[in-house]
């Protein structure tokens, strides 16, 4: 049987969905990058690239050298292909401008370059997460320099969105707004290879996923619906619960789109400056995509996601996704 690679499925949805070649284009150029970062993760130690940079992002976490590499890799293999008008990521404070030297195009690339950064030193699954926009009203052709406004849409403009699984096996996991597609990358042939047809997340779970060392700073009906999941089949759910937490967001999501299972960043009390820990535009807007295009759910507890109008670049949000049931349950007990 023939296997259909990364490159062949996105020619096959321009035939049958329309996808633009430019689009295609930078799919592709993301995907080769996210090779690169696949490979400097897996030398770890013997690659040096593991311990701090000894600098900070400007939400003031200390950034990894392998962040900054992340971040570099993927600036550099997207900034020269002209499909482009900008980027911006989690580890830069500013939206990043096409070099003027290049052509510009008509995308913009929003991405955490490697997530789950707490997990890079430990060898536990980390991850990249990207989201794709249209830039609004032809922004590519002017000269004057891309601010923050061109990104701040809202979630259900994004035209792709994905992620890679660096774990025991490199995995990249793409909608184009048709499904959920997961491909294996074969290291051998250095191709991604569908391995994942139409992923769907089931309707119900008996998974959780949420850090419970916060359960002191967390809202009232977080307490109670996590309350009611840890008391399982005594108490008024009527089961039992499993609780799973990586601190990979990617490895998270990942298992819930593969068996199922609801994953919780709620807002809390720590800071009440800061609505959650994740951040809208390339954690939360991407996941939720994915997610709802397996046919699963993503709300802050109070709203779909999807329909946030962003206020700024590095904006954080709730997020509760994952299984249908249980969003839907945990969101309804914000209304209740
Ligand atoms: P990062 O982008 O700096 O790695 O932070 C995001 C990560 C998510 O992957 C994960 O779900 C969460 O932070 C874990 O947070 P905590 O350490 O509070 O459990
Ligand atoms: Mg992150």
Same mark, same amino acid.
């Given at each position: ?37 696949s ?20 939400q ?18 997207n900034?020269?292909?002209?499909h482009?008008?900008?980027m ?8 990043y ?26 060898n536990v699954?980390?991850?990249t ?33 994905g ?5 025991p096996? /490199?995995?990249? =996991? %793409? ?13 051998? #042939? +250095? $191709?991604?290879v ?5 992923l769907?997340?089931p309707?119900?779970t008996?998974?959780?996923a ?7 700073h ?24 499993n609780?799973?937490?990586?601190a ?28 959650g ?24 507890g /109070?709203?779909? =996601? %999807? ?10 949000v709730?997020?509760? #996704? +994952? $299984? ?13």
């Amino acid at each position: 049987m023939s296997r259909v690679t990364l490159s062949r499925y996105l020619i096959e949805q321009t035939r049958s969905n329309n996808t633009p070649a430019d689009l295609r284009f930078l799919i592709e150029v993301v995907a080769r990058a996210c090779k690169e970062i696949s490979h400097a993760v897996s030398k770890g130690a013997l690659g040096g690239v593991l311990g701090s940079a000894e600098s900070e992002n400007i939400q003031g976490e200390v950034q990894k050298k392998l962040d900054v590499l992340s971040n570099e890799i993927l600036l550099e293999a997207n900034e020269w292909g002209g499909h482009l008008a900008g980027m911006a990521s989690e580890e830069m404070d500013n939206a990043y401008q096409i070099p003027g030297k290049y052509p510009k195009g008509a995308y913009l690339l929003v991405f955490d370059p490697l997530d789950g950064s707490s997990n890079i030193d430990v060898n536990v699954s980390v991850g990249t997460i990207f989201s794709v926009l249209r830039c609004p009203n032809q922004c590519f052709s002017q000269n004057d320099s891309l601010g923050e406004e061109a990104f701040l849409q809202p979630g259900t403009e994004q035209v792709a969105a994905g992620y890679a699984i660096y774990g025991p096996q /490199t995995m990249l =996991i %793409l909608t184009l707004g048709h499904g959920v597609m997961g491909f294996t990358l074969d290291r051998e #042939l +250095g $191709s991604f290879v569908l391995t994942h047809e139409h992923l769907q997340v089931p309707q119900s779970t008996a998974e959780f996923a949420i850090n419970m060392s916060n359960q002191r700073h967390w809202e009232e009906p977080v307490k109670r619906y996590v309350g009611e999941l840890l008391a399982g089949k005594e108490g008024p759910l009527g089961k039992n619960y499993n609780m799973r937490w990586i601190a990979s967001m990617v490895a998270d999501v990942h298992r819930i789109l593969t068996r199922g299972g609801i994953f919780m960043y709620p807002r809390d009390a720590r800071d009440p400056s800061m609505p959650g820990k994740l951040r809208l535009m390339y954690e939360a807007n991407p996941m939720s995509m994915i997610i709802e295009q397996a046919g699963g759910a993503a709300t802050t507890g /109070t709203q779909r =996601i %999807l329909d946030i109008q962003p206020s700024s670049l590095h904006q954080r949000v709730p997020v509760f #996704l +994952g $299984s249908k049931e249980e969003v839907e349950r945990v969101t309804g007990y914000h209304q209740a």
